[in-house]
């Protein structure tokens, strides 16, 4: 039940409203002061089928949106709307805007606004809870490599089984003096590690590196030519 004096405030418009006085045995108007926020926030347009509601603006600028024109009213100015005529109001420029409003026969206007700025601050409080349970069940996290999502348990199998045939292609290549052949598969083995498996894990980076090493290494290594020993050899069997 409303009070005099009692303030409510809506959460998601920022609105406020504050009761100067209520309807009962010696009087049957309804005063308000309200309080709306700048950047043209206010109620929406709406009727008062028998009432007569009137603006005095105490506080900065407002506009009232009146049966399809507008008219903006300053500090001190006032402005009536007849019963039945949609309109609806808000602040007018870059500052809040106070002001007082009358209504000459309200009903239970009273009742109406305290139950709705209600629903709006529970409306509010439950959609931060939904909110702060998705983020606990949802966790968002940056994927610089899609592909990796993307792979069903059974091709993660496939691609491991594919990056140790590689790696022992690679083992083979550099025992037969194949080095172009070794690096070729070093590369795919590199390439998949990099794109594939997590980055951030110790053991993928471990890998990773030990892989560049060998590449490195396998870059400055060189085949023995037997030039040297044919030489060694013609000169031994030179007739002396």
Known sequence: MPTVGQEIINPVAGDAVRFLALPGEDRTDLVMEMKTVPAGQGPPVH????????????????????????????????????????????????REAVTRVTMDRPGRMAEFLETYYELNRAGRFLADNVWTEIRSLVRITRIDQPEAMLIAPDQAFFLRENLKLRLLNARLAVLARQFGAAQSDLRWAQGAIERYFDRSSKRTQLAADQIRQVTLQLRQASIARPDDTLAALASAGAPR
């Open 47 to 94: 009727i008062h089928p028998r009432s007569h509601e009137t603006f005095t603006v105490v506080r900065g600028s407002i506009v009232v949106h009146e049966n399809g024109r507008e008219v903006v009213l300053h500090a001190g100015e006032t402005h009536t709307v007849r019963p039945g005529v949609p309109h609806g109001f808000a602040s007018h420029g870059d």
